[in-house]
């Protein structure tokens, strides 16, 4: 009797856990590992030793707690990129944003809940430049007995694309906000932790290798974790089926290029139709302003259908694209659409409570220390966002604490002009900690307008706690009147990173239901250090389910 009523309770119990999702517990200890390979050999930031860190599985609905310890000299902080942290603002992770630092020798449990989201994400440190190494994928598994809505692959494989440099990261921005100019380009760009057989780099190492059966179809979970550049990724002789973006479900659409911003992350399906045979992966960069320096090193991979025999010279190769290929980057971006299924449908805002534009883009500040005595600077309606460094602007919003931010973000330009002209203009910008405020669930229209101050460029632009809609994009400056007949209201994609294209525009509608204080910042680090960021501040609403957990009682204070 009593087995059977343990029997009943357990299945009971079982189904409460399918219903509702586990608890999944990791240990990040962040820890100093020296490298020896890539070019150089030098102490690099990781988690657990690893780079790229460990992947995070979980299935959409389970509880996720990460017990990050850390044990360098570096105040850290880690972000879910794309989790939408639905009242958990406190988990989010950037630095003076939503926590202070886990500083060396403390450590924070990450608490959160993965509700409503399935596909690849991916984690990042998100303070000073330590993602550069401190990064790894997040995969989130349907529900259980729940599948993809396209066929169901016989492996899957993270594929992270990363950037390295030989010196010392922190030295390389540290120098460049000394001297006011840019910071160095990096030395490689990486596949999965490696420069490839084909790099300049001269690196022992073989690469990556992808290695498949004939016949077979595989799920590349694709992630650029690069600090400042575009890529392009290729696969010689295969095609690419795009099934998901930013773990959201797309049309599925054929292309030979996938171009991915930092920040994005896309699901593609590559069919080994070929019956033997090495091919070459690459990753290229993608910077259409050619005043603009780029590492040009192309990193390389190699699938390797089994039983092939591994000579450099049995690799099929493919054409890199040249850094300046907009109209291939144009082409995959204007490819992508929502799902849009009974499932998974579009609920694009019809109706706009706020209608935005923010200018993004460059500016020159004066800097009597700096070698021009002036300071290149970033800004969003003129303003580089200046961080708190007392509490972080949610532990503010949350205890009511005055003179950490003001909420007179202006949501238009403060003058305007053609943005995206060259003519000559005072290049300065203001500082500030200025945030915009957002009732709960009210609607937003955001045009993301790139300026060619100084130069245009594509800026890759992430909002945290929530996904948008990209229901528009085009060249030169946005025209209200004209530009809104052209908009896709009916299956535009949804995701949290959008590339604004290089002297234009992209219009992202969301809705504000997620109560707390969320970062919205140019995925190009150079451009976040130089101050093109800012935060939404969204109210609690009056429903019981509507406002801010209270903070965990490890929140790292500053
Ligand atoms: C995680 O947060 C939830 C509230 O969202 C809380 O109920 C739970 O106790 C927390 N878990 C841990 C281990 O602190
Ligand atoms: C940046 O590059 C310049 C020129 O190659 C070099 O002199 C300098 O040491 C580099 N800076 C760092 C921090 O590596
Ligand atoms: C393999 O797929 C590619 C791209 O879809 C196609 O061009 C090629 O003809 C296929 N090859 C074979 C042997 O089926
Ligand atoms: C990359 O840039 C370097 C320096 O500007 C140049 O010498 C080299 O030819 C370029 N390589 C490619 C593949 O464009
Ligand atoms: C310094 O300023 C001069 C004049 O404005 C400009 O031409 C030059 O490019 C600047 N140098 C650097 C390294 O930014
Ligand atoms: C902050 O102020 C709001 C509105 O006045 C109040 O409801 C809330 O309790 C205050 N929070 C704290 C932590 O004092
Ligand atoms: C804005 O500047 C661009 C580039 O100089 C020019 O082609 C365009 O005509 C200008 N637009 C307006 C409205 O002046
Ligand atoms: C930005 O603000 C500075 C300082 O007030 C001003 O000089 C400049 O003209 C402004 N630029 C733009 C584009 O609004
Ligand atoms: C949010 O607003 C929409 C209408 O704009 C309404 O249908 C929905 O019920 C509201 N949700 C909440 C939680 O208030
Ligand atoms: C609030 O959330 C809890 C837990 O998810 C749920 O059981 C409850 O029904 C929700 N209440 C409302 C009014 O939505
Ligand atoms: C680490 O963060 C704390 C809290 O904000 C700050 O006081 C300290 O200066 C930081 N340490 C370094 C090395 O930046
Ligand atoms: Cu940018």
């Known amino acids: 009797m009593v087995s059977l009523v343990h029997a009943i309770l357990l299945v009971i119990l079982l189904f409460s856990v399918l219903a509702n999702g586990i608890t999944r517990h990791y240990e990040f200890n962040v820890v100093l590992k020296t490298t020896t390979h890539l070019c150089s050999s030098k102490p690099i930031v990781t988690v657990n030793g690893r780079y790229p860190g460990p992947t995070l599985y979980a299935r959409e609905g389970d509880n996720v707690l990460v017990n990050v310890v850390n044990k360098v000299n570096y105040n850290v902080t880690i972000h879910w990129h794309g989790v939408r942290q639905l009242r958990t603002g406190w988990a989010d992770g950037p630095a003076y944003i939503t926590q202070c630092p886990i500083q060396p020798g403390q450590s924070y449990l990450y608490n959160f809940t993965l509700t409503g989201q399935r596909g690849t994400l991916w984690y990042h440190a998100h303070i000073l430049w330590l993602r550069v190494t401190l990064h790894g994928a997040i995969v989130i598994k349907p529900k259980p007995k729940v599948s993809y809505p396209f066929p169901k692959p016989y492996k899957e494989v993270v594929v992270i ?141 190699t699938v390797h259908y089994d039983g092939s025999v591994a000579t450099t010279s049995s690799i099929t190769t493919t054409k890199i694209p040249q850094r300046n290929a907009t109209p291939i ?169 959008v590339g604004v294209p290089s002297g234009g525009w992209a219009v992202l509608r969301f809705r504000a239901d997620n109560p707390g204080v969320w970062f919205l910042h140019c995925h190009f680090e150079v451009h976040t250090t130089w101050g093109l960021k800012m935060a939404f501040v969204v109210d609690d609403g009056n429903g019981p389910n509507e406002s801010i957990l209270p903070p965990p009682a490890d929140l790292p204070h500053c």
């Open 161 to 301: 694309l990363g950037e390295w440099w030989k010196a010392d990261t922190e030295a390389v921005i540290n120098q460049a906000m000394q001297t006011g100019q840019a910071p160095n380009v990096s030395d490689a760009h990486t596949i999965n932790g490696h420069p490839g057989p084909l790099s300049a780099c001269n690196s022992l190492q073989d690469g990556f290798k992808l290695h498949v059966k004939s016949g077979k179809t595989y799920l590349l979970r694709i992630i650029n974790a690069a600090l400042n550049e575009d890529l392009f990724f290729k696969i010689a002789g295969h095609k690419l089926t795009i099934v998901e973006v930013d773990a959201i479900y797309t049309k599925p659409f054929t292309t030979d290029t996938i171009l991915i911003t930092p920040g994005q992350t896309t699901n593609t399906l590559l069919t080994a139709n070929k019956s033997t045979g090495r091919y070459l992966i690459t990753a290229s960069p993608f910077m259409d302003t050619m005043i603009i320096a780029v590492d040009n090193k192309t990193a390389t991979a």
């Open 329 to 497: 980057a144009t082409s995959f971006s204007n490819s992508l659409r929502s799902l849009n299924s009974r499932e998974f449908p579009v609920n694009v805002p019809l109706e706009i409570d706020h209608s935005l534009l923010f200018t993004i883009g460059l500016g020159v500040n004066p800097c009597a220390t700096c070698i021009n005595g002036s300071r290149v600077v970033a800004a969003i309606n003129n303003i580089s966002f200046v961080m708190p460094s007392t509490s972080s602007l949610l532990q503010a919003h949350f205890f009511n604490l005055s003179r950490v931010f003001t909420t007179d973000f202006p949501g238009k330009p403060p003058l305007a002009f053609n943005y995206t002209g060259t003519g000559p203009r005072n290049l300065r910008t203001l500082t500030g900690t200025r945030l915009y405020r957002l009732r709960y669930n009210s609607t937003v229209q955001l045009v993301l307008q790139d300026t060619g101050i100084i130069a245009p460029e594509s800026h890759p632009i992430h909002l945290h706690g929530f996904n948008f809609f990209v229901v528009g994009m085009g060249v030169g400056n946005y025209n209200p009147k004209a530009s809104p007949s052209a908009f896709n209201l009916v299956d535009p994609i949804e995701r949290n990173t």
